[in-house]
């Protein structure tokens, strides 16, 4: 009994100590033996949020979830220390300690602490730390060089990229000033000093020492002050740009090419409807004002009567950018001299005696928008020459009889069978005009330099007069055969009115030998004569007066290998070969 009550005296005493308990920061609670709660300081009631003191009551009607442990403690005196728990919402940290008298355990005390606010601080600086790793993984990782310094323009951190783009090592750079590098020469400028001084972003294109060129943007960071707190700098090698900057440019110059390309196949088989150029000579013809058609350059046609130069400048004008336009050709050796001016720049009302009282256009004004096509250029007059040199130069030209220049846009297509550089010699042509109208020369072979072409012709021609008489003749192999043998003085023309000749007076529906003229009959007749040659020695028979006629027309192997269409090389050889042969007497 005395123990007894020896045990109240303490606990009771413990109760006048709630004063000094009130004082502790930490939750503080004392139970009996019997578990019934003794001391319960403010500390404890703020962390549970207890509206009113629980003292008197037993433990496991208040924290029913804690008394087990407790009543364990007060069984066998163990106590227990740092022990997390979660109340409610609440989580805490406690020891527990038994509170023993004479080796009899008379109570429980219990300190405790609401870790809750702190649980949530480390759970933050938890995640701050992973947001950290996961900077410092994108800042090294990142393909550009990031640079980084502070508002004194010291170096703080640079990354492995701008180690492996500049060459420059980080341990060499780490606590330096930017001023005192620009100093040494290890970078020639400092875009980090640039950006404290401007107080924006700057780009610049740096040196490093070590011959390496770098293009630099500086950032910078403000603190809550708005003063510049840090300064970022990204960092690219202008090699790698420029690498892929011409990489991309080749790529699209390749695209280009190909469209080009592709633009002027289209228009190649669609002036082929109208043309033929079977022979790689006359297919070069072809290409070449397909070529020249888009940039409408003044282009001079060269080439004997008949080869097809005005149907070479129509071409050129229906591929070219004024294909909608008008096409006006005028032939300058069929228009008299006294004629001349007023047919191709019109005249005024009463300009001369016969002149109609309205005036007239011209043919070079009818084209407006279009293509001229001057057709034999040589014949023009001196007079004439100086008024279409104006026309070139000027946009310009002014009617018989006006007074006022009027305004043309035309573009001017040339062709002559003449030297036009012999008649400038001779004082014939002027000379300015003549280098505006070579700006590209184009020459088409005669047709005795372009066999290839003359089968295909003929069928073409067939095929547009049988259309045009309504009948359906056809033309034997053979007399293709004898065709390509003849040299034509008249070119084009000249097999286009053979071939029409044919159709007049074959009788019935197939052109057979005997319908051949007398004169391509008599040709022949060598050819005729050898039928005991096989048809190796028949080729290279031919082919001997293909190189004698190329010998004859041209100054140079290297210009008669290009009409012939093969290498200079090849030519030599067949020479040698030919002349051991005696095929070229």
């Not at 990354?159 to 930017?178: P, W």
Request: glycine share 8%; hydrophobic share 40%.
């Amino acid at each position: 009994m005395v123990e007894d009550h020896k045990e109240e005296n303490i606990l009771h005493m413990a109760q006048h100590m709630a004063l000094l308990f009130d004082a502790s920061h930490n939750g503080i609670v004392i139970i009996d033996r019997q578990g019934k709660i003794c001391v319960y300081n403010q500390a404890a009631m703020r962390i549970f949020k207890d509206a009113t003191s629980p003292v008197g009551r037993h433990m496991s009607q208040l924290r029913p979830e804690t008394w087990p442990d407790m009543k364990m403690i007060l069984e066998t005196g163990r106590p227990q220390i740092g022990v997390r728990l979660e109340i409610g919402r609440t989580t805490i940290i406690a020891n527990r300690s038994p509170v023993i008298n004479n080796g009899r355990v008379i109570g429980l005390f219990s300190v405790f602490q609401d870790i809750s606010e702190f649980e949530a601080i480390v759970s933050q600086l938890e995640g701050y730390r992973d947001l950290v790793r996961e900077l410092e993984a994108i800042f090294e990782n990142s393909q550009d060089g990031i640079y980084l310094a502070d508002c004194r323009g010291k170096t703080l951190r640079v990354n492995q990229a701008y180690e492996s783009i500049t060459g420059l090592k980080r341990d060499d750079l780490l606590g330096r000033r930017m001023i005192d590098l620009v100093k040494e020469g290890v970078l020639d400028h400092s875009v980090t000093l640039d950006v404290l001084e401007k107080k924006h972003s700057v780009s610049i294109i740096q040196n490093i020492r070590g011959g390496k060129r770098v293009l630099v943007t500086g950032s910078p960071i403000f603190d809550k002050q708005g003063k510049i707190a840090l300064v970022v700098s990204n960092v690219r090698d202008m090699t790698a740009l420029t690498e892929l900057r011409n990489e991309l440019d080749k790529a699209k110059l390749l695209s280009e090419l190909y469209q080009q390309s592709l633009r002027e196949q289209d228009q190649y088989e669609h002036a082929l409807e109208g043309m033929v150029a079977k022979s790689k000579a006359m297919s070069d013809v072809v290409k070449k004002a397909i070529k020249v058609a888009s940039f409408e350059a003044q282009v001079l046609i060269k080439g004997e009567s008949g080869v097809g130069k005005s149907m070479l400048a129509r071409v050129i004008h229906n591929v070219g950018p004024r294909k909608d336009g008008p096409f006006t050709k005028i032939n300058c050796g069929a228009i008299p001299e006294s004629l001349m001016e007023s047919e191709l720049f019109g005249y005024e009302k009463g300009a001369f005696t016969g002149a109609t009282s309205e005036g007239k256009a011209g043919l070079v004004e009818t084209a407006q928008g279009g293509t001229v096509f001057f057709d034999e250029v040589g014949e023009l007059t001196p007079a004439m020459q100086v008024k279409i040199l104006q026309v070139i130069d000027e946009k310009t030209f002014t009617r018989v009889g006006g007074t006022k220049p009027v305004k043309v846009d035309v573009h001017i297509i040339a062709a002559t069978n003449r030297d036009l550089n012999q008649l400038n010699k001779q004082g014939r042509f002027r000379n300015d005009l003549y280098y505006r109208l070579n700006v590209v020369p184009i020459e088409i072979p005669p047709l005795r330099e372009r066999s290839e072409d003359i089968p295909l012709l003929a069928l073409k021609t067939l095929e547009k007069l049988n259309a045009n008489r309504g009948v359906h003749k056809q033309i034997r192999p053979e007399v293709l055969e004898r065709l390509m043998q003849h040299d034509y003085p008249g070119n084009v023309r000249e097999l286009i009115n053979l071939v029409e000749r044919m159709v007049v007076m074959s009788e019935g529906q197939t052109i057979s030998p005997g319908d051949l003229p007398e004169t391509i009959r008599r040709q022949v007749s060598e050819m005729d004569s050898s039928e005991g040659l096989n048809l190796k020695a028949a080729m290279e028979r031919f082919e001997a007066r293909l190189i004698r006629k190329a010998l004859e027309k041209h100054h140079t192997l290297e210009q008669a290998a290009r009409s012939l269409g093969i290498h200079t090389t090849t030519l030599w050889r067949k020479l040698k070969r030919v002349k051991n042969t005696s095929s070229l007497h």
